[in-house]
């Protein structure tokens, strides 16, 4: 089955407690997002990935690391947690050829609240 | 730069009446139009997209939505509300050239009265 798995789907932390989320395709993807969710505000986008080693800052970036050694998995990685990272993250994959047209796919989410 | 406006909050609609979810956005050069809802405590679906062609697109769920480009909107429609249409909306867009993001508006929350 096509999918995007991320775990842990719900964290609950503290403070400075480094954590990572994991983000893993089984569809071959070349391109890797992760967005947090906020009421009001939408889905912004955090950092995102067109290729294996190639990343990028979205809207909100600050706070967050990524990496991308392999094609299918998009860690997102909090050094030192802070309260206003509070949110719904999701992870979401797309092919993203010259002419792409193609859907983004989305996990099911992590809900990460930090004490 | 891209943006994306859903101007309505929320949408209140009684069961069995058209129901219209307004999008406007802006980018530069033509545009690849999304449309994606959210059920409670679940992650987003797909529901249509307009990449080229018929300005009209069907998607999933009865829903469609219709493309205008003189005034940058892609409205989401559906002429018959069902309850269980009631959810959250999101209008995206991204630029149709290699390498742009998806921007995602603020969301529109649906509610269908029985």
């Known amino acids: 089955e096509a999918q995007v798995t991320q775990n842990p789907r719900y964290l609950i932390t503290v403070t400075g407690k480094k954590l990572t989320v994991t983000c893993s395709q089984n569809m071959n993807h070349e391109y890797m997002s992760w967005y947090r969710q906020d009421p009001g505000l939408g889905l912004r986008q955090i950092y995102y990935s067109m290729n294996v080693e190639v990343t990028d800052k979205g809207d909100v970036p600050e706070g967050y690391k990524v990496s991308r050694k392999e094609k299918r998995n998009f860690p997102l990685i909090l050094e030192s947690p802070s309260p206003n990272q509070t949110s719904l993250y999701f992870c979401?994959?797309?092919?993203?050829?010259?002419?792409?047209?193609?859907?983004?796919?989305f996990g099911p989410g992590t809900r990460l609240t930090v004490l | 730069a891209q943006s994306v406006a859903q101007p309505e909050d929320q949408v209140n609609v009684a069961e069995g009446n058209p129901l219209t979810v307004k999008c406007t956005y802006s980018?530069?050069?033509?545009?690849?139009l999304f449309w994606y809802v959210q059920y409670p405590n679940r992650g987003l679906q797909f529901l249509l997209k307009?990449?080229?062609?018929?300005?009209l697109v069907k998607g999933s769920y009865g829903f469609e939505a219709e493309f205008n480009k003189s005034q940058t909107s892609f409205h989401l429609k559906k002429p018959s509300a069902l309850v269980s249409d009631s959810a959250l909306y999101f209008c995206?867009?991204?630029?149709?050239?290699?390498?742009?993001?998806?921007?995602f508006g603020p969301g529109t929350r649906l509610s269908v009265l029985p």
């Open positions: 979401a994959s797309s092919f993203q050829g010259a002419i792409s047209t193609d859907t983004q796919y």
């Open positions: 980018v530069s050069g033509n545009p690849y």
């Open positions: 307009y990449i080229t062609g018929d300005n």
């Open positions: 995206a867009v991204r630029a149709a050239f290699y390498g742009q993001n998806f921007v």
